[in-house]
């Protein structure tokens, strides 16, 4: 395996395009890891990073979050290992077992068909496809489910099915009954609904939205909440779409919900959101390592419900393989 080393001291970036980024953090403070990440801009556009951990302390991760990094591993550590972590990115050409192609492909068929701008979408039509998601889940898992997703080209099918799988599975952890795991399975398919009247030239913009597209962007939650409202669903479900970005400290958003405000179907829904938004790969990076995304979970502890949170860690944990002093 080449290598070549930069000293972050250097004014230049690196000359060379990296394949993959190796960095250590133990002694950075603000000013260096923001010239890490300026260097990193230069350099990587949907690289794997690898952060190495010579103390696996919170500060540590939290160091490596901010830096984008697909991976961590700890010391001592070797090269086949570093190999081994990068082959756990989920690579597009890994075999996925008989029939989970063809569950997660019947899945994205009926939400391109559903899902469409200026359709009327209606209970009936998504209590179908949820139990679609829901069987599909049982059978095969939410590891294989989760693997076949984040496959799709479109940002938004794989966004919508991955929530949904997650929040199946979710419900199914928390001992929660078949009609309960449908409701929490089609609040989940329900929430980004919004995003139907959002230019695809945002959805699939290839890097960070400006502040234009941001403001366009963050509309989506009343979009959805306004084509449904009309549609006969319960208000439950509407509160999901609607307030899926809101915050338990009020820094959230449309409508800067506080504590109480928010329901726990939406608190439940927006822990699989976030996460799954942190784990999909995208134009502009690759999937985030499941430990790397809980742990970032584990951060917004009083932005997010620290219960929910702490009961989702055997779902983020479901797919994730384990190597020793790996992360």
């Known amino acids: 395996m080449a290598y070549r080393l930069h000293d972050m001291r250097d004014e230049a970036a690196p000359s060379e395009t990296a394949a993959i980024v190796?960095?250590?953090?133990?002694?950075?403070?603000?000013?260096?890891?923001?010239?890490?990440?300026w260097l990193l801009a230069q350099a990587r556009r949907g690289v794997p990073l690898i952060v190495v951990l010579r103390h696996d302390t919170p500060q540590m991760r939290l160091k490596a979050l901010m830096l984008g990094a697909s991976r961590t591993v700890r010391v001592p550590f070797d090269l086949s290992l570093v190999?081994?972590?990068?082959?756990?990115?989920?690579?597009?050409?890994?075999?996925?077992?008989?029939?989970?192609?063809?569950?997660?492909?019947?899945?994205?068929t009926f939400y391109g068909t559903v899902f469409v701008?200026?359709?009327?979408?209606?209970?009936?039509?998504?209590?179908?496809?949820?139990?679609?998601?829901?069987?599909?889940?049982?059978?095969?898992?939410?590891?294989?489910?989760?693997?076949?997703?984040?496959?799709?080209d479109d940002a938004t099918h794989q966004h919508c099915l991955l929530v949904a799988g997650l929040a199946g599975a979710f419900?199914?952890?928390?001992?929660?009954?078949?009609f309960e795991g449908h409701r929490v399975t089609k609040a989940a398919l329900l929430h980004d609904v919004g995003k139907i009247h959002v230019p695809s030239a945002i959805l699939n913009k290839p890097g960070k939205l400006d502040?234009?597209?941001?403001?366009?962007?963050?509309?989506?939650?009343?979009?959805?909440?306004?084509?449904?409202?009309?549609?006969?669903?319960?208000?439950?479900?509407?509160?999901?779409?609607?307030?899926?970005?809101?915050?338990?400290?009020?820094?959230?958003?449309?409508?800067?919900?506080?504590?109480?405000?928010?329901?726990d179907l939406v608190r439940l829904v927006t822990v699989c959101d976030i996460f799954g938004a942190l784990i999909e790969r995208r134009s502009y990076k690759p999937p985030m390592e499941n430990a790397a995304a809980y742990a970032m979970l584990q951060g917004m502890m009083g932005r997010l419900d620290p219960v929910l949170v702490t009961a989702f860690h055997p779902i983020a944990m479901a797919f994730t393989p384990t190597f020793p002093h790996d992360t």
């Open 117 to 152: 701008a200026d359709r009327p979408i209606t209970p009936a039509v998504i209590d179908n496809g949820t139990e679609l998601i829901v069987q599909a889940v049982r059978e095969i898992g939410v590891r294989d489910w989760i693997r076949a997703v984040r496959r799709f």
């Open 83 to 108: 190999r081994r972590a990068l082959s756990t990115t989920d690579s597009p050409t890994e075999p996925l077992p008989p029939g989970v192609e063809r569950r997660a492909e019947e899945a994205r």
């Open 171 to 178: 419900a199914a952890g928390l001992g929660l009954g078949a």
């Open 22 to 37: 190796v960095t250590d953090v133990q002694d950075f403070g603000a000013q260096n890891l923001e010239r890490l990440r």
């Open 211 to 263: 502040a234009a597209e941001m403001a366009v962007m963050r509309l989506h939650p009343e979009k959805g909440h306004e084509m449904l409202s009309e549609q006969g669903f319960e208000p439950e479900l509407l509160g999901v779409v609607r307030s899926h970005h809101e915050m338990l400290d009020g820094s959230g958003y449309p409508d800067g919900l506080v504590g109480d405000a928010i329901c």
